[in-house]
């Protein structure tokens, strides 16, 4: 009876696991085009959320193709690049989250990203990526979207410590898909979640993912 029980309580941690992606803002084109070309960002307004369903896919592969996909995007720089470009860029989101039965939840600011990611229940984060982008201390929601060349929202190392460790799995895999995280902000986060969160000691390049290639960089260091 011990035994079935102690079986029933690991299927249901399992069937509990999530997969939590946060995905950032791409560069507003009318900041991005004042600049030369080698400083330019986000040409192609999708690079983080091309790269965000590469990993789900990646996901399903190791986890099964049921396996709880929860995506957090910030969306205010998607909504005006949007009206810019006269493109409907959250419809298109919201569909894919839709085509890939992902729990689709918008963000616009950073309480909204902590208060998110601390909705999970208790243990269900099995693992947890990044992708947009970075410096050394903080995840850049928005990156010249309201100023050229800066960023006005973010996920800081400070903030860290109001996430709920609670909601992580003790195994939780964590990964920054942006530039420099591992330079700072990944020992932060370690003290903060007891977890590593595996980051780059430099720059990543995004410029592959429209070829299915989730994004790459030099000195990968959990």
């Not at 029980?5 to 946060?22: D, G, K, P, Q």
Request: proline share 4%.
């Amino acid at each position: 009876m011990r035994l079935v029980l102690l079986a029933f309580l690991a299927l249901l941690s399992f069937a509990s696991a999530e997969h939590v992606i946060l995905t950032g803002g791409p560069a507003l084109r009318k900041w991005e085009d004042l600049r030369v070309p080698r400083d330019q960002h986000d040409r192609w307004w999708a690079n983080f959320i091309r790269a965000s369903t590469l990993r789900m896919v990646e996901i399903r592969k190791a986890y099964g193709q049921e396996a709880p996909l929860v995506w957090i995007v910030y969306r205010p720089t998607y909504q005006e690049r949007g009206k810019a470009e006269s493109k409907p860029y959250t419809t298109w989101i919201a569909d894919l989250a839709r085509a890939r039965n992902a729990t689709l939840i918008w963000v616009d600011s950073t309480p909204g990203v902590i208060a998110a990611i601390n909705s999970r229940p208790r243990g269900s984060v099995k693992t947890f990526d990044y992708f947009g982008h970075s410096n050394r201390h903080c995840f850049m929601l928005d990156y010249s979207g309201d100023i050229m060349g800066s960023c006005t929202v973010w996920l800081h190392e400070r903030d860290l410590t109001k996430l709920r460790r609670s909601v992580f799995a003790k195994d939780a895999y964590c990964k920054s898909w942006g530039c420099h995280t591992a330079e700072s902000m990944s020992k932060v986060w370690k003290s903060a979640t007891g977890l590593k969160l595996e980051g780059a000691m430099g720059k990543t390049d995004y410029t592959m993912v429209g070829r299915g290639q989730l994004p790459y960089g030099e000195g990968w260091v959990r």
